[in-house]
Nanobody, 122 residues
Framework: QVQLVESGGGLVQAGGSLRLSCAAS????????MGWFRQAPGKEREFVAN????????SYKDSVKGRFTIFRDNAKNTVFLQMNSLKPEDTAVYYC???????????????WGQGTQVTVSS
């Protein structure tokens, strides 16, 4: 059983930056692919980015490419999402999740954090 705890959310002006962190415990972190998802009010939860267990392969939602970067520190059991050039449409609750497979399919992620709110003001 893997427990995930996100942190780093907050209120930022458009164009600003935030770094989200997700600390994992209770499992073998380095064997899981990790993903970031988000859910805006009234919308379904959507894929944002993921990273292979080896830390070298990543993928991104098209609208965040070039602005967001996902990376991980397996020694610290932590995955990060660096978000730059934030836009109001990035406002959402952001969740990290762990999967035993390399996938962007939300249904394939077995473990989830509680989420952290990101609000971008215009």
């Amino acid at each position: 059983q893997v427990q995930l705890v996100e942190s780093g959310g907050g209120l930022v002006q458009a164009g600003g930056s935030l770094r989200l962190s997700c600390a994992a415990s209770g499992g073998t972190f380095r064997t899981y692919a990790m993903g970031w998802f988000r859910q805006a009010p009234g919308k379904e939860r959507e894929f944002v980015a993921n990273i292979h267990w080896n830390g070298f392969s990543t993928s991104y939602k098209d609208s965040v490419k070039g602005r967001f970067t996902i990376f991980r520190d397996n020694a610290k059991n932590t995955v990060f999402l660096q978000m730059n050039s934030l836009k109001p449409e990035d406002t959402a609750v952001y969740y990290c999740a762990a999967s035993g497979g390399w996938t962007t399919n939300i249904r394939s992620y077995d473990y989830w954090g509680q989420g952290t709110q990101v609000t971008v003001s215009s």
